[in-house]
T-cell receptor
Framework: KAGVTQTPRYLIKTRGQQVTLSCSPI?????VSWYQQTPGQGLQFLFE???????NKGNFPGRFSGRQFSNSRSEMNVSTLELGDSALYLC????????????FGPGTRLTVT | AQTVTQSQPEMSVQEAETVTLSCTYD???????LFWYKQPPSRQMILVIR??????QNATENRFSVNFQKAAKSFSLKISDSQLGDTAMYFC????????????FGAGTILRVKS
């Protein structure tokens, strides 16, 4: 089975621009979660989508948004980029079952200049 | 809100020896899960081990085992027979049960295995 894939792997953007990151979950997984990893703040939860609905949301400003499509693929968008948005963005997919187990993608490294 | 604390920023161990990474957490929940994830230099997050809070028995996965002390809110990871490939950042994480898949991570511990 193919793992979680994220595109692009690397991205360089300018302050003020917007960016869209994509995540394709493992086949059959309907839950997709996004995390931001920075040296200063560590790993922080952004949001989770399940069956095209946002199920959980972290404490990030409204510039961070996401969506999930009917095939469970998810995108996250960051508008009006700031230097502090430079980070590794990780996506994780999961079967919605107990006990839970999240499988992570390789991440997208975003650099804002 | 839940918090996860890893008090050891860095640790090192000789190959073939045993090392224990510490983790404490704070929650008022009774039903939850705890995890240890490994992130090697490739940045790929890999699940090492999982513990259900309702289980008293400590989880074990090959060379990896945990010491789960629910009352003390402590969840340490023991790595036996350390190997060079164990060199990585290790994250302790908490997930509330029946609340979707939201992980709360600790700050991480860098583990270096020396030959």
């Amino acid at each position: 089975k193919a793992g979680v894939t994220q595109t692009p792997r690397y991205l360089i953007k300018t302050r003020g621009q917007q960016v869209t990151l994509s995540c394709s979950p493992i086949s059959g997984h309907r839950s997709v979660s996004w995390y931001q990893q920075t040296p200063g703040q560590g790993l922080q939860f952004l949001f989770e989508y399940f069956s095209e609905t946002q199920r959980n949301k972290g404490n990030f400003p409204g510039r961070f948004s996401g969506r999930q499509f009917s095939n469970s693929r998810s995108e996250m968008n960051v508008s009006t980029l700031e230097l502090g948005d430079s980070a590794l963005y990780l996506c994780a997919s999961s079967l919605n079952r107990d006990p839970p187990e999240q499988y992570f993608g390789p991440g997208t490294r975003l650099t804002v200049t | 809100a839940q918090t996860v604390t890893q008090s050891q920023p860095e640790m090192s161990v000789q190959e073939a020896e045993t090392v224990t990474l510490s983790c404490t957490y704070d929650t008022s929940e009774n039903n939850y899960y705890l995890f240890w994830y490994k992130q090697p230099p490739s940045r790929q997050m890999i699940l090492v081990i999982r513990q259900e809070a309702y289980k008293q028995q400590n989880a074990t996965e090959n060379r990896f085992s945990v010491n789960f002390q629910k009352a003390a809110k402590s969840f340490s990871l023991k790595i036996s027979d350390s190997q060079l490939g164990d060199t990585a950042m290790y994250f302790c994480a908490f997930m509330k049960a029946e609340y979707g898949n939201k992980l709360v991570f600790g700050a991480g511990t860098i583990l270096r295995v020396k030959s």
